[in-house]
Nanobody, 124 residues
Framework: QVQLVESGGGLVQTGGSLRLSCAAS????????MAWFRQAPGKDREFVAG????????GYAESVKGRCTISRDNAKNTVFLEMNNLKPEDTAVYYC?????????????????WGQGTQVTVSS
């Protein structure tokens, strides 16, 4: 069982930056894949970025590529999402997710554990 707690969301102006954190507790295995998803009101949950726990393989949605960076601190069991040049369309609840093994996948159903989410609001 893995527990995930997100933090770092908030209100920011267009062009601003935020750094989201996801603290993981429980059994963390080197095979894990960590990812960030987001869900705006009335929309499906969508993939943002993902990283493998034991190597630097990453993946990004086209909509955030070049503006977001996913990273991890294995010693602290924490994954980060650095977001720059934020736009109003980035407004959503951001969720951290884990899948036990495999590649970085962009479909939410592949992930077994989810955090409660953190709200990101970008004002125009």
């Amino acid at each position: 069982q893995v527990q995930l707690v997100e933090s770092g969301g908030g209100l920011v102006q267009t062009g601003g930056s935020l750094r989201l954190s996801c603290a993981a507790s429980g059994r963390i295995f080197s095979s894990y894949v960590m990812a960030w998803f987001r869900q705006a009101p009335g929309k499906d949950r969508e993939f943002v970025a993902g990283i493998r726990w034991s190597e630097d393989t990453t993946g990004y949605a086209e909509s955030v590529k070049g503006r977001c960076t996913i990273s991890r601190d294995n010693a602290k069991n924490t994954v980060f999402l650095e977001m720059n040049n934020l736009k109003p369309e980035d407004t959503a609840v951001y969720y951290c997710a884990v899948r036990p093994q495999g590649a970085v996948m962009t479909i939410a159903n592949y992930y077994n554990y989810w955090g409660q989410g953190t709200q990101v609001t970008v004002s125009s």
